[in-house]
């Protein structure tokens, strides 16, 4: 079991950055795969990137202009954004893959502010 606490979203104008952590309530180190996802208003929660300790993985509409990683020391994954666009609105949640189940967060909000 895991309790996930997302943090970091904003308002941010497009072409700006923002960096979402999501600190774990427990050691990380043996939690495979942790990744971050999205739902903008009226849309489903969809996949925003993926990490094990072999790999990242991310969606399409948002390679090259994120990064996702993880600091096993601080129990932390994080989600660098950049080059951020009016369509990456959205309400941004971290989820761990634990024993078989899915853990999520209560989500961080990042809205363009144009």
């Known amino acids: 079991q895991v309790q996930l606490v997302e943090s970091g979203g904003g308002l941010v104008q497009p072409g700006g950055s923002l960096r979402l952590s999501c600190a774990a309530s427990?050691?990380?180190?043996?939690?495979?795969?942790m990744g971050w996802y999205r739902q903008a208003p009226g849309k489903q929660r969809e996949l925003v990137a993926t990490?094990?300790?072999?790999?990242?993985n991310y969606a399409d509409s948002v390679k090259g202009r994120f990064t996702i990683s993880r600091d096993n020391a601080k129990n932390t994954v994080y989600l660098q954004m950049n080059s951020l666009k009016p369509e990456d609105t959205a309400v941004y949640y971290c989820?761990?893959?634990?024993?078989?189940?899915?853990?999520w967060g209560q989500g961080t909000q990042v809205t363009d502010s144009s």
């Open positions: 989820k761990a893959l634990v024993g078989g189940k899915h853990y």
């Open positions: 427990r050691s990380i180190f043996s939690i495979y795969a």
């Open positions: 990490i094990t300790p072999d790999s990242t």
